[in-house]
């Protein structure tokens, strides 16, 4: 089949990709790949572009539905960038995270038989995400919008309501839009750079019901802001910090250096395994804290601490996964590149009254070596490295630590994949993996991994 842009093929779909579009193959084994389809549909489907091994397409028509397909819920699916299985059961959508993790740790990591257990499937798929950063703008008719990004663009979708987000951002949402019809603020246009209003920036403390409002502003901050405080604090009594983030640059970057605090504190705090943490607008939190501590605590069972052993915490962030493996331990060593989440780290151990900690401001590679060259021999190695993963020369120089344990923690099953090979080069056997549904509705898995160093004859 010679296949050319706008042809109309019948495809049954039998596969998803890792960005969670449907795959379905041509009689001459070309992978046509369908956003918003489902394993199993039978679909007209028309060709938008066209590869040398592959194409894309748009659904036509289905002709048979999957037995997998469901009503979507939301009016943005399929508009926005956020959720891509939102018309597929939920069951089905931890099938295919489950079969993404194994496909890329057999494909690309090499294993064999790799002892992969159940995920551990997210007991709330709405309603979970405790952040949210909406960008701000006008439409061709000049009414403000409040959304998302459409998928692959800087075109904004209007948003009423995410079913991702909690009610309170919503209800934070609709005072926005009353407060710009109400004053002078006028709203930032990325083309020209001119304009005041950027993004709204929302974070919800979901033990302690703390919210943190956090305006993303062209300048030093807005017209009116004493309105803006009764606005808010007369619907939401749980306000606790209203901020003003400067950001004058022409970038894609959300947040900009400068906060200023415009009511209540400059944080928020919440729970995490029952330690208390403070959030800032710049502090890395998990957006789904419930499965987050079901995932810290399969980390810990995978770590296996005893009570005179070290762990090293790489790409710590603010400490939250070590700090709650502090007390299993002798000491807990945290190394993270970025200055302010090491100085969050050491504020948090110091909340939570654990003494046994120190934290390293360093990149990764040069923390290790150096921590290796003084002699500390760490039992086990926690890694939460971002979506790029270890790469081989921390791997090496991991290895030559030799602790007993590795423990990965990993947000794209492909770059764990490979350092999974890496880490087997170099003398571990990969024990347990264990994916994670932590953004359910997105395409997105977390894996926990335990690796263990080989015995010598």
């Not at 939301?74 to 959720?83: E, M, Y």
Request: proline residues 3%; positive net charge; hydrophobic residues 35%.
């Amino acid at each position: 089949m010679n296949l050319k842009k706008n042809d109309i093929i019948k495809l049954k779909v039998t596969s998803a990709s890792a960005d969670g579009s449907g795959v379905g193959r041509t009689d001459d084994g070309i992978a046509v790949f369908v956003p918003m389809s489902a394993v199993g549909d039978e679909l007209e489907v028309r060709i938008l572009k066209v590869k040398k091994s592959y194409a894309f397409g748009k659904i036509e028509k289905i002709i048979t539905p999957s037995s997998n397909r469901i009503t979507p819920d939301c009016s943005c699916f399929s508009k926005c960038g956020g959720c891509v299985w939102r018309h597929i059961s939920y069951e089905e959508e931890c099938r295919l995270k489950e079969q993404k993790v194994y496909d890329a740790v057999t494909r690309i990591g090499g294993l064999k038989n790799p002892n992969l257990e159940p995920i551990m499937k997210n007991k709330r798929v709405n309603r979970y995400r405790n952040k949210a950063q909406l960008p701000i703008g006008v439409d061709k008719d000049g009414n403000v919008i409040i959304g998302f990004y459409a998928l692959h663009s800087h075109r904004i979708v209007n948003c009423a309501d995410c079913a991702l987000q909690p009610d309170i951002f919503n209800t934070v949402v609709k005072i926005t839009r009353r407060f710009i019809a109400q004053t002078d603020n006028d709203i930032y246009d990325e083309r020209t750079g001119k304009g005041r209003l950027r993004h709204l920036y929302m974070r919800l403390g979901e033990v302690t019901n703390e919210l943190m409002v956090c305006y993303v502003v062209n300048g030093n901050g807005l017209k009116q802001e004493d309105l803006l405080v009764q606005m808010l604090k007369s619907e939401l009594p749980n306000l606790t910090s209203l901020i003003v983030n400067s950001n004058r640059e022409k970038t894609n970057v959300i947040l900009g250096n400068k906060n200023r605090t415009v009511y209540g504190k400059d944080y928020i705090t919440d729970e995490l395994c029952s330690l208390r943490f403070k959030i800032s607008p710049f502090s890395f939190w998990q957006v789904n804290r419930r499965q987050a501590e079901n995932l810290y605590n399969k980390a810990k069972e995978y770590s296996n601490l005893q009570k005179d052993e070290i762990l090293l915490d790489l790409y710590c962030g603010t400490g939250t996964i070590g700090l709650t493996m502090a007390n299993e331990c002798k000491e807990l060593i945290g190394v993270e590149i970025v200055e302010s989440a090491i100085e969050d780290a050491k504020e948090n151990a110091k909340i939570n009254g654990i003494k046994n900690s120190r934290f390293i401001c360093a990149d990764a590679s040069t923390a290790a070596e150096k921590l290796r060259q003084e002699g500390v021999k760490p039992d086990a190695v926690i890694l939460d490295p971002p979506r790029k993963g270890c790469g081989e020369e921390l791997v090496k120089t991991i290895s030559k630590m030799s602790p007993k344990r590795v423990v990965y923690v990993s947000c794209d099953p492909a770059t764990l994949a490979r350092d999974i090979k890496f880490f087997e080069q170099a003398g571990y056997t990969t024990q347990k993996i264990t994916p994670c549904d932590m953004f359910s509705r997105t395409a997105h898995v977390e894996t926990v991994c335990l690796m263990s160093l080989k015995e010598k004859n």
